[in-house]
């Protein structure tokens, strides 16, 4: 045995382990809004206290921490911390990816851990629905800042013909839309356009419902619980899926009910998690991480539905392509990809 390589898988592991438990801190800044009250400038311990109106001690250490794993900048002469003007904009601007989202997410999957070992066992599923609140709440806000920064800038005008019948007036349906913010942004962008949106999931509806209301979207802005296979409407001139079609049992059966529901000239607009084909080109962080998501969320959800047949979050694009084709489309390809996502143009 070679004790160097011992040594350096510890270090890899010590790194993970710190990785891991710091998840904890990062949602605590996040619910207490401590990122954002430092983004107000450098402070030491006791200056934050007072801006943030929480105890002195519990953020020496939380910011100790912070620094510690490069969250946030310590400068040793004054004593403060702070937020450079990157850090600021991944952790708590409204206009960043809301990095403390993802580890939302990630807390919220870990207390299904229980479910998971046993389903290991047994081989049955865990559905979406029964995973904690975090789970839906830090989807919706992470996905939600990606698809803010990439869907009208950039998705839709990689898509043939697309942007134009939007802005003329479409129909869209937005599958599997979660708590709705997909469909919100295309009707804030596209006034003439209507949207209808769907997700099997009766607690994200209702949020979703809410949402709309609350923007005034409710009369262009439909929702509906209904599954990704008996979605409601025909002739829509857009079918949207963001991040989920892997997650479903049967998604042969849910690509043949988008056909179904397509205009003759409609398109299929279908994001997916950056994956490549091969097992070997996914061996890195970013594959690691959806590899984590979908043992705990992706294959669980696609398992606990009819069908049984769970693609992962790390599908590749082959994967995806065979089961487009076998549901009847003839175009496929891939129109935009960001460090996260493939973007998909599918047409009848």
């Known amino acids: ?20 438990e710091a998840a904890g801190s990062v ?82 999957m870990l207390r299904s851990e229980p479910r998971i070992t046993e389903a290991f066992r047994t081989g049955a599923g865990v559905g979406w629905h029964e995973h904690d ?7 919706d806000a992470f996905f939600r800042a990606g698809y803010t920064a990439e869907l009208i800038p950039h998705w839709i005008p990689a898509l043939e013909g697309v942007e134009e019948k939007l802005t003329a007036g479409a129909r869209v349906a937005d599958v599997g839309c979660g708590l709705g913010s997909s469909s919100l942004l295309l009707a804030e962008a596209y006034p003439r356009t209507t949207v209808l949106g769907s997700d099997y999931h009766t607690e994200s509806i209702a949020l979703a419902r809410k949402r709309a209301a609350e923007a005034g979207l409710a009369d262009r802005v439909g929702f509906e619980v209904a599954g990704a296979q008996d979605f409601s409407g025909t002739d829509f001139d857009l079918v949207a899926m963001f991040d989920c079609l892997h997650d479903m049992g049967d998604p042969l059966g849910a690509a043949r009910r988008v056909r ?24 890195n962080p970013l594959g690691r991480l959806y590899y984590s998501a979908s043992t705990f969320l992706c294959v669980p959800s696609a398992l606990s539905q009819p069908g ?41």
């Open 308 to 348: 049984g047949y769970a693609l992962g979050a790390q599908a590749g694009s082959a994967a995806i392509r065979d089961v487009v084709t076998r549901a009847g489309f003839t175009r496929f390809r891939e129109a935009a990809r960001t460090p996260l996502n493939l973007v998909y143009e599918v047409r009848p």
């Open 133 to 139: 609140e975090d789970v839906f709440v830090g989807t």
């Open 260 to 283: 179904a529901a397509l205009a003759p000239d409609g398109t299929w607009l279908l994001v997916e998690p950056l994956a490549g084909d091969r097992v070997e080109d996914n061996l």
């Open 1 to 20: 045995m070679d004790h160097e390589k011992v040594n350096e898988f510890l270090g890899r592991v010590v790194a993970d382990m710190a990785a891991t």
């Open 27 to 108: 949602v605590v800044g996040q619910r207490l809004g401590l990122y954002r009250a430092l983004a107000e400038g450098p402070a030491t311990p006791e200056e934050f206290a007072e801006r943030t109106g929480c105890h002195p001690r519990y953020l020496t250490e939380w910011l100790r921490g912070q620094a510690a794993g490069g969250y946030v900048g310590y400068e040793p002469e004054t004593g403060r911390f702070s937020l450079s003007e990157e850090q600021a904009f991944c952790l708590a601007s409204p206009e960043g990816p809301n990095v403390p989202a993802a580890f939302l997410i990630a807390l919220g």
